[in-house]
T-cell receptor, first 114, second 111 residues
Framework: EAGVTQFPSHSVIEKGQTVTLRCDPISGHDNLYWYRRVMGKEIKFLLHFVKESKQDESGMPNNRFLAERTGGTYSTLKVQPAELEDSGVYFC????????????FGPGTRLTVT | RKEVEQDPGPFNVPEGATVAFNCTYSNSASQSFFWYRQDCRKEPKLLMSVYSSGNEDGRFTAQLNRASQYISLLIRDSKLSDSATYLCVVNGGTSYGKLTFGQGTILTVHP
């Protein structure tokens, strides 16, 4: 069974540009999460989808970040305009409908804003 | 104060050693507890869940003390392949899907 996949694996953009990250969860997983780790800090929760609905977006840092999950399958996370402090690794995770506790993580997207 | 606190280490131990990691959490409403393992530049992977009664998985033993809000992980007979960062993780309590991570404890096992 395929795991959680993320695209791209790396992205280098300039301050002020826009970047869109994509996550494909494990097939059949209704729950999808976004997390990020900035340098020197712990991994932090951004938001949680249940199917196409946002269950919890309390971790989204500001309105420059927009997450979508149209159709309840893959998800995108757009950063517009990017700032230097947005640099870090963005992880996506998914879990089956019966459990939100055992989350399976994707390999992450390493974002560098210069 | 961080919600989940861990000693960042690093811990450098020889093969065959026993090593213990500790973690404390601040949210008394937390309901689920985990140890994740993260290899360099890789994603976190669930190592084991932690239960109040304590649980064991091969060389790994996890303990939870809800009264003290304290979690531990014991690794016996360390292997070179155990070298990684160990992340203490708790469920967010009121937000059932949100995992809260500690900063991680770095373990290096040497020959």
């Amino acid at each position: 069974e395929a795991g959680v996949t993320q695209f791209p694996s790396h992205s280098v953009i300039e301050k002020g540009q826009t970047v869109t990250l994509r996550c494909d969860p494990i097939s059949g997983h209704d729950n999808l999460y976004w997390y990020r780790r900035v340098m020197g800090k712990e991994i932090k929760f951004l938001l949680h989808f249940v199917k196409e609905s946002k269950q919890d977006e309390s971790g989204m840092p500001n309105n420059r970040f927009l997450a979508e999950r149209t159709g309840g399958t893959y998800s995108t996370l757009k950063v517009q305009p990017a700032e230097l402090e947005d640099s870090g690794v963005y992880f996506c995770a998914s879990s089956p409908p019966s459990s939100s506790y055992e989350q399976y993580f994707g390999p992450g997207t390493r974002l560098t804003v210069t | 104060r961080k919600e989940v606190e861990q000693d960042p280490g690093p811990f450098n131990v020889p093969e065959g050693a026993t090593v213990a990691f500790n973690c404390t959490y601040s949210n008394s409403a937390s309901q689920s507890f985990f140890w994740y393992r993260q290899d360099c530049r890789k994603e976190p992977k669930l190592l084991m869940s932690v239960y109040s009664s304590g649980n064991e998985d091969g060389r790994f033993t996890a303990q939870l003390n809800r009264a003290s809000q304290y979690i531990s992980l014991l690794i016996r007979d360390s292997k070179l392949s155990d070298s990684a960062t160990y992340l203490c993780v708790v469920n967010g309590g009121t937000s059932y899907g949100k995992l809260t991570f500690g900063q991680g404890t770095i373990l290096t096992v040497h020959p």
